[in-house]
């Protein structure tokens, strides 16, 4: 049943200088779950994001790397895409805050603040830092607390007692980048006063929040609302203020007006037009339009006080709801390095499907702001017992005995009462689980599912059709088929948290598509297609493997990032590889050939070689990897060529589908492949002449 809601859906942006952790995902998966449930439903749903590109980390560390902001944000951009795309959450617009539209919109929205004299400029005192010639942002500086005398606090909050307070506030400030003390120093700066808004958003606050998220904020009432420093002062990679020379926008003034870019990209590239979907300016849509962000806890004051009065003054809708959740805690504990329990998206995807971490997620997520724990041996028993044991368990068992023992053809279930009632019970439970759904409670979702699944598992084994399919085909042929087809409206509902599971079914039953509505329509009395892999049980040594990966740190002179201490502590003991005439260095375990079949070996030209300053292993490589485009690697294998001028036109042998490694000197997007030890024997691996660039070697 079509529902017909046209609805506007973001997740809080993530910022360009830094990857994407399994604490980040509790967000953008909770939200992919209920964009998928809202499509599923037939309403238009449109899921916008963006990369957080402005602000002074990024400039910094983009001098720190030799580069420009605009090449390091794009380069951000594509490994997050890469992360998300790998972890199925499925964007209709991911863009970027340093777009021209987002331009457009923060000078808009800005000079909509001026008009109505909701923006004043004040003299404050701003931390200096003389060695680093710049005001330092409030990340940039660490000091004591001045409420709980807590060490090593940022200058904005504390970790320790959650208190608030500028950054000049702190005792025995540092300065982050350089180590210096900073000094106080006045700068003239702009302010967007909520105070003249305070009745208005005392008002909003409770009707788009729940309760425990506007009683916090509602406290501040209580006493005049302190205004907003909205400017920063040059030298800052962002958008310059229009009418206030060296004076630039806030990070967090444009980046939640990136939410409204990202949607007028969408809509210029769909043809749709933004006050359809975000009415603006007083220009209204012919319906109006539902618009939901999902948060942190750690961000509210910026979408549920500064956010709202911006959007009020500027004549913007303001969105509907504000769904606040809570933190990532690994093992009952803030995650960790030094434990390994912090762990990037790409480090779990180089040892686990992204399939069992959405399952998990969805089981554990209820539509709060309570904190949600990823507790590594209740994983793998959830995934193992449930998404394994009962739900994938009833297609291999009925699928694989109905394609061996019956020519894979489904029974019609005309006149078979138990059969429709079974089936009549599983499809009953859908209006529960949907609105588990639109209530974000994905985890009692996830536990009617099971129900439902037990009660299908409890028909199988009553059945034993094991044993019935020696003595009466034709039976047996109806307990699969009821079977399959109770599978079939499981997989249904779990679509929106498990994409690719679900269409990987699909293709079981012959289909193409399933919406909600899907669930109430039989398939039988057709060949059903070749069951394949839909989810495997997880090994505990995935995940000690996994931890074991993010717990190890990078060589700290800059050399291969992922060269393992066991590596490192051999060379230096002498060991055998080190030595004249030393013996072969022992087989390493075998690999079964369809995990060989997983590297993509490509034929690449150099197009430059040269020296990695201050590092006496590596090569920078630039190659032309045809229609792949051009490669950025580095190689450990300096040593080996004195004139890495030699290499240039050559054409290589190398790894295509590595995954990028960030290394203290770059990122490497491959591996060039090579054959002997560097410095003493061997080169590159490289094909006949004339074999073009791009192409696989097999």
């Excluded at 008009?115 to 003389?130: D, I, M, N, Y």
């Excluded at 694989?400 to 429709?420: R, S, Y």
Aim: charged letters at 25%; aromatic letters at 10%; hydrophobic letters at 40%.
């Amino acid at each position: 049943m079509a529902e017909n809601r046209k609805i506007v859906v973001t997740s809080a942006l993530p910022y360009a200088n830094g990857d994407i952790h399994l604490g980040h995902l509790v967000e953008y998966l909770q939200t992919d779950f209920w964009v998928r449930f809202q499509k599923m439903r037939g309403n238009r749903c449109v899921y916008v994001c963006a990369d957080d590109t402005h602000g002074t980390p990024v400039m910094i560390r983009a001098r720190n790397e030799g580069i420009t902001p605009e090449e390091l944000i794009a380069r951000s951009h594509a490994m997050h895409m890469r992360d998300f795309t790998d972890f199925e959450v499925a964007f209709d617009s991911y863009y970027t805050t340093n777009s021209p539209e987002n331009r457009e919109l923060s000078e808009r929205i800005f000079a909509a603040m001026e008009k109505s004299g909701a923006v004043t400029t004040r003299t404050a005192p701003q931390l200096w830092c003389e060695k680093c010639g710049m005001f330092l942002p409030d990340r940039f500086v660490k000091g004591v607390c001045p409420k709980c005398g807590a060490e090593g606090q940022y200058g904005d909050s504390c970790d320790k007692c959650g208190s608030t307070y500028a950054a000049e506030e702190l005792g025995s400030p540092k300065c982050t980048v350089c180590g210096g003390t900073p000094a106080v120093k006045d700068s003239e700066h702009i302010y967007f006063e909520l105070e003249p808004f305070k009745e208005y958003l005392r008002k909003w606050l409770p009707e788009h929040t729940t309760s425990d998220v506007s009683n916090k904020l509602l406290e501040w009432f209580n006493e005049p609302l302190r205004g907003w420093c909205i400017s920063r002062d040059a030298p800052y990679f962002g958008f310059e203020i229009p009418g206030h020379p060296g004076k630039f926008f806030y990070v967090w003034v444009d980046a939640p007006i990136g939410y409204i870019a990202s949607l007028a990209n969408w809509c210029r590239k769909n043809g749709e037009r933004i006050e359809d979907w975000w009415p603006c300016g007083g220009a209204q849509s012919a319906e109006t339009p539902e618009i939901y962000h999902f948060i942190g806890k750690d961000i509210i004051r910026f979408h549920c006080l500064f956010w709202p009065g911006m959007l009020h003054v500027a004549g913007f809708q303001t969105p509907s709801k504000v769904f606040v959740h809570g933190f990532l805690t690994v093992n009952g504990e803030k995650m960790s390095k030094s434990k390994g329990t912090f762990i990037n998206a790409r480090t779990y995807l180089d040892h686990l499907p992204a399939t069992a971490l959405r399952y998990y997620y969805a089981a554990k997520l209820g539509g709060n702001t309570d904190d949600m724990d990823l507790n590594l041996s209740d994983f793998v028993q959830r995934v193992n017992s449930d998404l394994v044991g009962k739900v994938t368990n009833i297609a291999s068992r009925a699928a694989q005995m109905l394609q061996k023992k019956l020519d894979g053809t489904l029974a019609v279930l005309a006149g078979h009462d138990e059969e429709l009632a079974l089936l009549g019970k599983l499809r009953d439970g859908g209006a529960s689980i949907a609105r588990h759904y639109e209530d974000r409670r994905f985890n009692q979702a996830v536990v009617e599912i099971c129900r439902l699944a037990d009660a299908a598992n409890e028909y199988f084994d009553r059945k034993e059709p094991w044993k019935t399919v020696k003595t009466d085909a034709e039976a047996t042929r109806v307990t699969l088929t009821a079977a399959l087809n109770a599978f079939r409206i499981l997989a249904i509902y779990l679509k929106p948290i498990l994409p690719a599971y679900a269409d990987r079914a699909m293709k079981l039953f012959g289909e193409t598509a399933w919406t909600w509505d899907s669930r109430d329509t039989t398939v039988e009395g057709i060949a059903l297609g070749t069951y394949e892999y839909l989810a495997s049980r997880i090994d505990a040594k995935q995940v000690e493997a996994m931890v074991a990966a993010a717990t190890e740190k990078p060589a700290e002179s800059g050399e291969v990032a992922h060269e393992s201490r066991a590596s490192k502590n051999k060379a230096k003991k002498g060991g055998a590889a080190e030595c004249e005439g030393a013996p072969v260095p022992p087989l390493k375990p075998e690999v079964a050939f369809a995990d060989f079949e997983k590297l993509d070996l490509r034929v690449g030209k150099v197009l430059s070689c040269e020296t990695v300053p201050k590092s006496s292993k590596l090569l920078k490589f630039e190659l032309d990897a045809g229609s792949l485009g051009k490669r950025t690697i580095f190689s450990g294998i300096r040593g080996t060529y004195a004139e890495p001028s030699e290499l240039v036109g050559k054409e290589v042998l190398f790894v295509a589908n590595l995954a990028p490694r960030k290394m203290s000197v770059g990122v490497s997007e491959g591996m060039i492949l090579y054959a002997g030890e560097p410095g003493k024997n061997g080169g590159v691996l490289e094909p006949l002449d004339g074999v073009p660039a791009g192409t696989p070697a097999t």
